[in-house]
């Protein structure tokens, strides 16, 4: 991670998690009352040929809020995607913190329906509705 990025809030913490997420990262996150937030500080190699982040890259981030989101709503067991609509809202650019943040909007025995967005500072960036599957 670079050494230049400072979190814009003392309680963001750099994760160090394994498979894909941490290549795609650094992952940070945020406590908060209402859950969590999540976050990747953008970075020359998540820029796409336009100069902002790739959707790729946005679209991994969200996922991972909405499926880490889902997994603590279900008791901690996996979840997984089944379904992702997303609406990309403006961009997102080297140095800026995107946060993620996401609900559950209603559960069934193996469903889980939620909602997310990601955000630049105040700018929205990406809204998302996704369906999970829950796995025993």
Known sequence: MPDTFTPPHPGWKARS?????????????LREDSGWAYGFAIETHHLNPAGTAHGG????????????VAWGACGRLPCVTLQLDSHFMGPARAGQLVQARAVVTQRTGSLVFLRGELRAGDSLVLTAQ???KVLK
């Open 17 to 29: 998690l394994t498979g894909f997420i941490d290549h795609a990262g650094p992952l940070w996150t």
């Open 130 to 132: 996704a369906l999970m």
């Open 57 to 68: 890259v946005l679209l991994t981030l969200m996922d991972h809020a909405l499926s880490t």
